[in-house]
């Protein structure tokens, strides 16, 4: 089992918005900054948000990211076919021997 | 242009010896920790480890800890992931990425992922 914890999966039709929740606990999510990586079958992962709810370079404002205490969100809205991937979330495991990631959710666009 | 470029696919018998690299260009490659991420065939991602080019200092989950060893050489920009047995249970795809550490911490910048198959 994953540190943090995420649905398996979430639908929604295009054009819709989703939401992916995580949920960890006092030792990871509630005191450090969360991240989301977007992952596509074949291809390696790509960094949707840092620091929360940050945005890198490119990466549309469809996405965006809110935490509150120990469980964070992804939110995605004018969902596009595109879209479809497994999201994971990650974050610090409270001590400089790395990081955790949930079990990640398959984003299925109907 | 910051990039990390990973060896190619493996296919190995259990037992065998396996090193394999991710080269860092277009950053100063000393300054930023490189992690170690698995993926198992129809599994998540996990977090095996880092290490940090300037002074090799590594630091592994501790899931990982004795499964396999990071290392790292500063003079050509590169850092390694290896086995001295490997088993069945390797099968997976590994990915490199360069950790943003400061404030916030996340992996930025990823390999493209090596492919490692142990079967008899």
């Known amino acids: 089992q994953s540190v943090l914890t995420q649905p398996p999966s979430v639908s929604a039709a295009p054009g819709q918005r989703v939401t992916i929740s995580c949920s960890g606990s006092?030792?990871?999510?509630?005191?450090?900054?969360v991240s989301w990586y977007q992952k596509v079958p074949g291809t390696a992962p790509k960094l949707l948000i840092f620091d929360t709810d940050k945005r890198p370079s490119g990466i549309p404002d469809r996405f965006s990211g809110s935490k509150s205490g120990t469980s964070a969100t992804l939110g995605i809205t004018g969902l596009q076919t595109g879209d479809e991937a497994d999201y994971y979330c990650g974050t610090w495991n409270g001590s400089l021997s790395g990081g955790v990631f949930g079990g990640g959710t398959k984003l299925t666009v109907l | 242009e910051v990039r990390l470029v990973q060896s190619g696919a493996e296919v190995k018998k259990p037992g065998e010896f396996l090193k394999i690299s991710c080269k860092g260009s277009?950053?100063?490659?000393?300054?930023?920790?490189i992690g170690w991420v698995r993926q198992m065939p129809g599994k998540g991602l996990e977090w095996m480890g880092i290490?940090?080019?300037?002074?090799?200092?590594?630091r592994y989950s501790p899931s990982f800890q004795g499964q396999a060893t990071i290392s790292a050489d500063r003079s050509i920009s590169t850092s390694f992931l290896h086995w001295s047995s490997l088993k069945a249970s390797d099968t997976a795809i590994y990915y490199c990425?360069?950790?943003?550490?400061?404030?916030?911490?996340?992996?930025?910048?990823w390999g493209q992922g090596t492919q490692v198959t142990v079967s008899s």
């Open positions: 277009g950053y100063s490659f000393t300054s930023y920790w």
């Open positions: 290490i940090y080019p300037g002074d090799s200092d590594t």
């Open positions: 006092s030792s990871n999510i509630e005191n450090n900054y």
């Open positions: 990425a360069r950790l943003y550490y400061d404030s916030g911490s996340y992996l930025d910048y």
